[in-house]
């Protein structure tokens, strides 16, 4: 594919820069103080959160390995699904329950604005700023101005849960970790501590998929 061809390359670029020595030397908080860690109690993981969910309608947005990059902002579609709902079913938003589960090239939606810089993840998922027009520094879906109300924060507010494929993020950290000759379980670690606070970390995408539609779960792939 032509974005995996143009991720290798940016990747392989950042090898050959030197400053991104500092990234060896930095010193990140650890993930329980950044609200975020493997979902887990006594060393298993806990998936109880699903019990929780018995909306009326419930449905799962597969971005999977989505290119963020292209086809514009994907989180218009969560947010159409509760308006249409609002509308037509009369239903409050307490009464729905949606789920974006990311896998992939989604990565950078969970990732905070620290990771975005200092990994430059606007130009390794060739995503740019539409403010700036360059390869984007944060992570442009918490607020995204457009389309309206199709941004993170406004999800959050209405309820939406976001998830984060431990073995996919373990894959992208092994990657970015080869090509910056440092090791993976210290990239690993930085990813899982830059994820954004409310982001649910599961053990596998597919995993998840099967047991959300088991509690009644609708699917959409996106």
């Not at 670029?13 to 400053?19: D, E, F, H, K, V």
Request: hydrophobic share 45%.
């Amino acid at each position: 594919m032509a974005h995996d061809s143009r991720r290798r390359s940016f990747v392989a670029s950042l090898g050959s820069m030197a400053a991104l020595a500092v990234f060896s030397q930095a010193r990140v908080p650890s993930a329980d103080a950044k609200g975020t860690a493997p979902q887990q109690k006594d060393g298993k993981w806990d998936l109880s959160w699903i019990e929780g969910l018995k909306g009326k309608h419930r449905q799962v947005f597969d971005f999977g390995s989505r290119d963020l990059g292209v086809g514009g902002n994907p989180l218009r579609v969560p947010r159409n699904y509760m308006n249409a709902h609002n509308t037509v079913s009369g239903l409050p938003d307490n009464e729905l329950n949606t789920i974006v589960a990311i896998a992939g090239a989604a990565f950078a939606m969970n990732a905070s604005d620290r990771l975005w810089k200092e990994y430059a993840l606007g130009e390794y998922f060739q995503i740019k700023d539409t403010f700036t027009g360059k390869w984007s520094e944060r992570n442009i879906f918490v607020d995204a101005p457009a389309p309206a109300n199709a941004s993170i924060k406004a999800l959050l507010a209405r309820g939406t849960i976001f998830w984060q494929c431990n073995n996919a993020l373990n894959g992208t950290a092994d990657e970015v970790a080869g090509k910056m000759n440092r090791a993976s379980a210290d990239v690993r670690a930085d990813f899982v501590a830059g994820l954004n606070p409310w982001v649910k970390l599961v053990p596998a995408h597919t995993m998840l998929l099967g047991l959300v539609q088991e509690h009644g779960f609708t699917y959409e792939k996106l």
